[in-house]
Structures are given as structure tokens and as C-alpha cells.
């Protein structure tokens, strides 16, 4: 992560009230029956909250659930416990109609820009698209389209352009453009910046947050790297196998982290600094975290037991709950 992106943290607190969105307990499984039983949960009771304006960062190693519950809150995966809630109203079991409903307040920007652009449509189509279907007329929606356009760096003429003809950072920017094009209230970022090269990445960061700022947007923003959460969050989210290992504000957990997962991460995050990153270096070899090569742990108790330097008996017995640790939560016996 270049230094470009490593300073700037939006300190305005979140407003007041009823969350943007709540995740309680929430629980994936994936499969059917006593399969699905037999294995670990894709995601194990995980809670959260995002306030009106806040960015939530959810990070963590691949296989750590943060995608399926992407997935789960968008509504393209089904849930197996627990709760979601929009605004106060339980979208959990959200059926068809309330789903498109939801549709303009509630979207989504992806990792392969591809995926949202059609390549056989011109952009100001795959823009207009959305609003289209919710009445808008023709003219109405390509002059928002290239308003739309404007506001993410990219010429207005771009709209009668194929997306072919755009670099994967340009394509990115397309995506934002089409994700915020309703005057949504939440997007859900799922690394949403990991496929682009650092200077592009910034770039993409800062118009993130300076379009948060401008419109009051929530973000959910999902990553494996926490340089890049901790540029744009205000709280972070750290998970391990479907569970949260700690929990706080982006200061605490990514400058002060507590559980030995989360300093293992910091501690791999790359810098841009030779000196800093050799220092990064020893200081993680020094933690006396194993490998994610290790054998999966068995039911109960805590998933990361098996890489973890503190790890007793009592940490293969008992789940440890999350315990306030400073200002941040942690779930470890021994923090």
C-alpha cells in the first residue's frame, strides 16, 4: 500500500440513531442436512453494526467468511441464523419484491468490474440500466449517466464507449459510478480495489471517501489487506474461519491490535519502506503465529488455537467470548 493512502481517516462520528444496517448472530452454512452439520459454519454468529455515514471495514484471510456475508446481506446468500436488518426493518428472509425494493438503496460494487459491465453495451447503457427499470425515462437517465461519469474523473462522452475500451482502473470507477447512480444509502465494497495496482488503488480509495463524505454514504467495505481498511474504515471488523477474533475502532485494532490474529495481520501488511518492512518482518516472525498452513481445529473452542503462541487447553475447550479490551473487543482468553 503506498503512503498515499496510509494517512487519511474520516474523524467525523457517526449520527445517532437507528444503524444503517445491523448483522446479529448472523450464521452461514453452506450444503444441505447433516453435511452441512458435519462442517464448520461459513460464518459463526458474527454481529456488527453500520451507522448512517460510517465505513465499516470487514477484513481477514482468504476463506474467512467476509464475501459470504457480502453475499448474505445483498441478499445472493441464504442464511442459515441470525439476523440482518436495513434501517430497523429485518430483510433476512427478504423475498423478491422487497429485494427490488431495496434495489436503489442498497448496492454493491464487486472485484471484477466485468462482472456489473456488459461488454456488448455501451456504459451509458449499463449505467441507465438501473435507473431505467425504476421509471426513468431514456434522456433522463443518460444525462445522469454522464453527470455520473464526471463525478468519478471520466469524461461525459464515455457514455457511447464499451467498457473493452477502458483500463481496469477506468473500468473500476465505471463500476462506482454505476453502484452510486441511484442515491444509495449503503454500498457493500467486496475488495472492491484488491484487483488494481497501487497508485490505482488509490485513486479508487479517495474517490470512495470523498464521495462518502459528499452524500453521507455507509460503506461496507470488505478487504484482505488492512492498510487498505484502515485508510477508509472507522471501525474495523476482524475475522478468522467465520468468526470475529477482535473488533473497534480502525485506530485501536490496526495501530494498537490486541488479538494475536490481528497482529499477525498488521505485522504482514506490506509498506512501501525497506527498513519498515524488515522491521515488519521480524516483529511478525517474533509473534510466534504458525502458518495458515496448519490442520483445521475441531469443533469448539477457538478456531485460531492451533496457530497462536498463547493457545492452552482452555482455548480448545472454550470459545472465549469478545471482551472489551482497551476500546476495542477481542475474543482471546489472553489478551
Given at each position: 500500500m503506498s503512503?498515499?493512502?496510509?494517512?487519511?481517516?474520516?474523524?467525523?462520528?457517526?449520527?445517532?440513531?437507528?444503524?444503517?444496517?445491523?448483522?446479529?448472530?448472523?450464521v452461514v452454512r453452506?450444503?444441505?442436512?447433516?453435511?452441512?452439520?458435519?462442517v464448520p459454519a461459513a460464518v459463526d454468529r458474527v454481529s456488527f453494526s453500520?451507522?448512517?455515514?460510517?465505513?465499516?471495514?470487514?477484513?481477514?484471510?482468504?476463506?474467512?467468511?467476509?464475501s459470504t456475508i457480502g453475499k448474505a446481506i445483498l441478499g445472493l446468500q441464504k442464511v442459515s441464523g441470525g439476523s440482518i436488518s436495513y434501517q430497523g426493518r429485518d430483510i433476512t428472509s427478504?423475498?423478491?419484491?422487497?429485494?427490488?425494493?431495496?434495489?436503489?438503496?442498497?448496492?454493491?460494487?464487486?472485484?471484477?468490474?466485468?462482472?456489473?459491465?456488459?461488454?456488448?453495451?455501451?456504459?451509458?447503457?449499463s449505467l441507465a440500466e438501473p435507473l431505467r427499470l425504476r421509471g426513468a425515462s431514456a434522456a433522463e437517465a443518460r444525462a445522469k449517466a454522464e453527470d455520473m461519469l464526471e463525478r468519478v474523473g471520466l469524461p461525459r462522452e464515455a457514455v457511447d464507449r464499451y467498457p473493452s475500451q477502458f483500463s481496469g482502473g477506468q473500468r473500476q470507477r465505471i463500476s462506482v459510478a454505476r453502484a452510486l447512480i441511484c442515491d444509495p444509502r449503503l454500498v457493500v465494497c467486496d475488495e472492491a480495489v484488491s484487483a488494481l495496482d497501487l497508485s490505482t488503488q488509490a485513486q479508487v480509495l479517495n474517490l470512495l471517501a470523498d464521495l462518502r463524505d459528499e452524500r453521507g454514504l455507509s460503506y461496507l467495505f470488505i478487504a484482505h489487506d488492512i492498510a487498505v481498511v484502515q485508510f477508509l474504515a472507522q471501525r474495523v471488523v476482524v475475522l478468522y474461519r467465520g468468526q470475529v477474533m477482535e473488533s473497534g475502532p480502525a485506530a485501536a485494532v490496526t495501530e494498537n491490535p490486541q488479538h494475536p490474529f490481528t497482529q499477525a495481520l498488521v505485522a504482514a501488511s506490506p509498506v512501501p519502506r525497506p527498513a519498515e518492512q524488515?522491521?515488519?518482518?521480524?516483529?511478525?516472525?517474533?509473534?510466534g503465529v504458525r502458518t495458515g498452513a496448519a490442520a483445521v481445529p475441531g469443533p469448539g473452542g477457538c478456531p485460531f488455537r492451533l496457530r497462536c503462541p498463547l493457545a492452552t487447553d482452555l482455548c480448545a475447550s472454550e470459545r472465549p467470548a469478545l471482551r472489551r479490551v482497551g476500546t476495542a473487543d477481542v475474543a482471546c482468553h489472553y489478551a
Open positions: 503512503t498515499a493512502v496510509t494517512e487519511r481517516r474520516d474523524s467525523t462520528p457517526p449520527a445517532a440513531g437507528t444503524p444503517m444496517l445491523e448483522v446479529r448472530d448472523l453452506y450444503g444441505r442436512g447433516r453435511k452441512a452439520a458435519a453500520i451507522a448512517s455515514g460510517e465505513t465499516v471495514g470487514l477484513v481477514g484471510e482468504s476463506g474467512s467468511g467476509k427478504a423475498g423478491a419484491a422487497q429485494r427490488r425494493a431495496l434495489g436503489g438503496e442498497l448496492r454493491a460494487v464487486f472485484q471484477d468490474p466485468n462482472s456489473s459491465l456488459n461488454p456488448r453495451n455501451t456504459i451509458g447503457a524488515a522491521e515488519r518482518r521480524q516483529a511478525r516472525e517474533s509473534l
